[in-house]
């Protein structure tokens, strides 16, 4: 687990410099960083909140690893697909 860890990492790494870091700064409008919640944003963040614990308390949640990975995955998904652009920080 550890190797494939240091090696996921150097990879991240990598790929981070070569070619995310150059394509952010010529397109701002895209980098993630530069945006905020708003009010959908913050209500689809408080109702997926309550649906989560509400999952949790009443036993439903997933079972394995991967079933929290989609879980998460969606639920960011859809959080940052609310988020609207404030411009580039100075």
């Known amino acids: 687990m550890l190797a494939a860890f240091g090696i996921f990492s150097a990879f991240y790494i990598f790929i981070h410099y070569k070619y995310s870091k150059p394509f952010f700064k010529q397109h ?8 905020e919640f708003n009010t959908v944003a913050n209500v689809v963040f ?25 879980v998460f995955g969606f639920y960011y998904a ?6 609207t652009y404030r411009g580039q920080a100075k």
């Open 28 to 35: 701002p409008e895209l980098d993630p960083q530069h945006f």
């Open 46 to 70: 408080a109702i997926a909140t309550i649906v989560l614990m509400g999952l949790v308390i009443f036993n439903v949640y997933p079972k394995s690893p991967v079933g929290y990975i989609l």
């Open 78 to 83: 859809i959080i940052n697909g609310f988020k």
